[in-house]
Nanobody, 122 residues
Framework: QVQLVESGGGLAQAGGSLRLSCAAS??????YTWFRQAPGKEREFVAS????????YYADSVKGRFTISRDNAKNTVALQMNSLKPEDTAVYYC?????????????????WGQGTLVTVSS
C-alpha cells in the first residue's frame, strides 16, 4: 500500500520561501505531483516529476519560482517555493501515479496525501 505524507507547510511572508516535503512509503511509483487548493477554489496542478527519468513540468503560475525535486535514497519529493505570493496560499497535496505522465489531471492520480497548509501574508 502506498502512503504519502506531506510536511513543511506554515506561514510565510510575501517574497519569502518554504520547502514542502512528501514522504512516500510502499512501492515506488513513476510520477509524483504537487497540487494545491485555495479556499473556495478547485484543486489545481502545481508541479510534477517523474521518478528515474527526472523530467519535470510546472504550472505557468509557479514557473521560475518553485522547484520540484526528488531524493531517491530518502524516497521523498520536495517542493521548494521561493518568491511566495499571497495567491500561493492553499493546502498543498502530494499525489502519485504508476504512469509516466506528468499529467496535470487530478483523475490520473491514484494516491494522495492529506495535505499541508501554506499561508502567505502580504
Amino acid at each position: 500500500q502506498v502512503q504519502l505524507v506531506e510536511s513543511g507547510g506554515g506561514l510565510a511572508q510575501a517574497g519569502g520561501s518554504l520547502r514542502l516535503s512528501c514522504a512516500a512509503s510502499g512501492r515506488t511509483l513513476s510520477t509524483y505531483t504537487w497540487f494545491r487548493q485555495a479556499p473556495g477554489k478547485e484543486r489545481e496542478f502545481v508541479a510534477s516529476i517523474s521518478w528515474g527519468i527526472d523530467n519535470t513540468y510546472y504550472a505557468d503560475s509557479v514557473k521560475g519560482r518553485f522547484t520540484i525535486s526528488r531524493d531517491n535514497a530518502k524516497n521523498t519529493v520536495a517542493l521548494q517555493m521561493n518568491s511566495l505570493k499571497p495567491e500561493d496560499t492553499a493546502v498543498y497535496y502530494c499525489a502519485a501515479t504508476p504512469l509516466y505522465s506528468l499529467s496535470p489531471a487530478l483523475m490520473k492520480y491514484d494516491y494522495w496525501g492529506q495535505g499541508t497548509l501554506v499561508t502567505v501574508s502580504s
